[in-house]
């Protein structure tokens, strides 16, 4: 399939019920150090796996358009719900031993490392948002278990990665992390990056269930990004690095963080979503990579 194929399967895409399961598509649970993880896994259990990470007040669910893709592509692809957002809300700091008050980024990676322990290694690891520095930070921990690595719209800057961020960056130092977690939970309530309403539905009934503890911890995580670009830089495996046109921070800081990680570089159509906005387009591009890392 071309890039030109892929990209108009994306832009025929009709509704999506983010509720039901695509064909070949089942709930697992995940066993990790801060609690049951739930999860969404498709493809024979011996293939190659590739792992997806979604980031703050996200879901598995963020990569139900992928999933079957990637499974009828050879792969074993696996999604789950980050400790204390949506069906993993029951999973945080305090369940560890010894147990901790706040979400931190150790957390996450062990969770991620356990995820990753729990089958066939190494992984083709794909990070979403916060996640990528979930992925980065697993990879300079253990290279090894990673086969390639993709970074779809996650944060091009350490430090305070908000102040990239359009518009919003230039006061996103001025809030506490309770607010900033609030202000973001009320733009994606009021669709401020205009998703369509089938998808708004879901993303909002996800808030039930989410901790909003746990989103205000990875906002302030996000206040002080590591800076992985060394280490990202050295891992032998292949990168890449994803953006949509208008995605939140803008395409020059992708761009220039993908430069110096030595990533190829992939903009599709849309905003922060790629996932959702172009999946055939994003599936194609992940598997590419996986068949180069072999």
Partial sequence: MTAEQARTLDAGRGEVDWRRLPPGVTRHEFAAPSG???GLVAGAENA??????????GSK???????PLLADAGFRAESYDLAGQYESWRAGPENLRPPRERYDLPLFVDDLRAVIAAGRAPVHLVGYSFA?????????????IVASL???SAPPLSGQAFRGVKGFGRVSGLTSDRTGAALMVWGVRTNLNRAPQHRVRFVRERFALTRQGSVADVIGLMRATPDF?????????PKLVVAGTHDLWPLALHRDFAQRIGAEMLVTAGGHSPSEDAPVELTRAIVSLADRAG
């Fill in 36 to 38: 049951a993880l739930a």
């Fill in 48 to 57: 190659p796996r590739i792992v997806l990470v979604p980031g703050a007040t």
């Fill in 61 to 67: 669910e963020d990569f139900v358009l992928l999933l």
């Fill in 132 to 144: 990528g520095t979930v992925v980065q930070a697993t990879a300079a921990a253990a290279p090894r």
């Fill in 150 to 152: 993709t970074l779809v």
């Fill in 229 to 237: 670009d060394g280490s990202t830089a050295a891992l032998a495996a």
